[in-house]
Every structure is written in structure tokens, then in C-alpha cells.
């Protein structure tokens, strides 16, 4: 792979822990957990998927990068699928980023006014600095490759608005309901995952028949169809796993076993739907199922 992927795949992968770091803070700092008010569903949804999604393709984007290439050199649609991997990443920050403001803007009073507000815009202002960084070392690489086409500007900004529309009107009440509620989670999903589809392929457009031919050699071994989906699956369930058992490591305090039960399963559940959408969303702009 060009140097310059490879250094940005590092950057990107940088930029993909201090996302989840600077989430995680956020959400536990004594002084800024009671006044974030995206910590509630719908925007809570995209920032948790987006934080973890956007690891799971920063690693997939160190891995292109720096998996050798014995045969042949990478081809341009290898490339191509390795500046979009980058580029998810960047854009799992920024979707969250305009999550997160979209819900400050219809709570001012829960931060506004608080000691600890100015710390919180620093915060989000600082990962908003630094993914723009990012995005413009990702822009400058996409420059080097050939046939790549030119950016869709117009369908870009319009996926932002109605982001933002589509945000700025939910109805936030239905997350006091457990069944609103789980489909306010799996609607925050469809958000992030629908846009950043869009975005992705009209920031790094590219034909697609190059791309479907040309990601890997006619030798290649690739994973089928369903062996794919059950590798999706798979990783669903255990991120679930992972993040009840983190839930739990918490302090949730001693429950009976049906109520143990039933959240974990909405854990496991949740997980998996949402690793599901990720991959019926992203699979195919990101090349990893373009021999399906």
C-alpha cells in the first residue's frame, strides 16, 4: 500500500481511540454526566455504534494497510475501499458530533448555564478539531489514486440536513416506553448507518463494477455470502455480551434472574440488530462484500 495510507490508517486509528475515550469521559465524568443531554436515546444510540463501529473499521482500515501483498501490487479498488474504510471512521465522529449537537440544541438549559458546560463544549469542540484534521489527510490521499471521481457535494450536505431534521423533531418521549424505547435505539442505528452509506460513497465516490471486480485477485480466497452474515452475527452477540457485562460492572445493583435475563438479552439484542444494520449498510461500500 502508498505510504500515505498506511500513515493515515495509524492516524485513523488514533483518532478512533480518543473518540471512544473522549465518549466514555463524557458520559462518566462526575461533572459532565448529569448535563450531557445526549446521553438519552436517540442520540446516546448513535454515539454508542459510532464509537463502536468506528473501532471495528479503524482496525479493519490497519489491516489493509499493513497486510502484505505477495502476489501482486493492491490494486485500485483495494485502494479505494482502504481510503473509505478511513473515511467511515471519520465520518462515525462527525455523525455523532452532529448527534450531539442536535440534542444540546433542544436541552440549552441542562448545560448552558452549568460550571462544568464550558468544559464540555471544549471537549466536543476539541474531537470535532481533530476529526476535521483527520478528514482532511483522508481528502489529500484520496487525491492519489486514480479514477477516482469527483466529490458529491450537493448529496452530501443534503444527507446532513436531513440528519439534522430527522433529529431535531424525534419524538423524544418514546423512550419512556420499553418498546419505543428499543425502536427509538434500532431507529438511531438506521440514522448513523443510512448516512454514513451515503456520505461515504458521495465523499469517496467510485464506479462500482471497478470496485466489485477489482477488490480482489481471481485467487482470493473470500468468505461466502452466509459465512459473512454468520461472522456479523457473531460479533453482534458478543458485543452485546460485553456491553451488559459492562453495564453490570457498573454498580446496576442486585436483580432478580427474569429481570437479569430480560436485560441481558436487550443487550444482546440490540447489539446484534445494530451490528446487523452496520454491515447491511456499510458491507458493500466498504468491499467486504463485494464477491457476494
Not at 463524557?26 to 454508542?48: C, E, M, N, T, W
Request: a positive charge.
Amino acid at each position: 500500500m502508498p505510504r500515505i495510507l498506511k500513515r493515515n490508517a495509524l492516524i485513523v486509528f488514533g483518532l478512533a481511540i480518543f473518540f471512544w475515550w473522549s465518549f466514555m469521559f463524557a458520559k462518566h465524568d462526575p461533572g459532565l454526566r448529569s448535563i450531557i443531554p445526549f446521553g438519552d436515546d436517540p442520540y446516546d444510540a448513535v454515539g454508542s455504534f459510532g464509537t463502536i463501529v468506528g473501532m471495528l473499521i479503524a482496525f479493519l482500515s490497519l489491516v489493509r494497510a499493513f497486510r502484505p501483498y505477495r502476489k501482486q501490487p493492491p490494486t485500485k479498488a483495494q485502494c479505494v475501499y482502504l481510503v473509505r474504510s478511513q473515511e467511515a471512521v471519520v465520518l462515525a465522529v462527525l455523525l455523532t458530533l452532529l448527534a450531539d449537537t442536535v440534542a444540546l440544541a433542544r436541552h440549552p438549559s441542562l448545560w448552558a448555564r452549568a460550571v462544568s458546560g464550558r468544559e464540555l463544549i471544549v471537549l466536543l469542540g476539541g474531537v470535532a478539531v481533530i476529526a476535521l484534521g483527520v478528514q482532511s489527510l483522508v481528502k489529500h490521499s484520496q487525491w492519489q489514486i486514480a479514477d477516482t471521481r469527483s466529490t458529491l457535494w450537493g448529496r452530501t450536505i443534503f444527507t446532513a440536513l436531513l440528519v439534522t431534521f430527522v433529529l431535531a423533531v424525534y419524538p423524544e418521549q418514546l423512550i419512556q416506553r420499553t418498546g419505543t424505547h428499543l425502536l427509538t435505539v434500532v431507529m438511531g442505528d438506521l440514522v448513523l448507518f443510512a448516512s454514513m452509506r451515503v456520505l461515504l460513497t458521495s465523499l469517496v465516490p467510485y464506479k462500482a463494477d471497478e470496485a466489485r471486480t477489482g477488490a480482489e485477485p481471481k485467487d482470493a480466497r473470500v468468505l461466502n455470502p452466509w459465512h459473512r452474515w454468520g461472522v456479523v452475527v457473531v460479533a453482534g452477540l458478543m458485543i452485546g455480551a460485553f456491553a451488559f457485562l459492562g453495564e453490570m460492572s457498573e454498580g446496576a445493583g442486585a436483580m432478580p434472574l427474569i429481570s437479569l435475563l430480560f436485560v441481558a438479552s436487550v443487550f444482546v439484542g440490540l447489539g446484534l440488530a445494530g451490528l446487523l444494520i452496520a454491515y447491511a449498510f456499510l458491507g458493500t461500500p466498504l468491499g467486504l462484500g463485494s464477491r457476494g
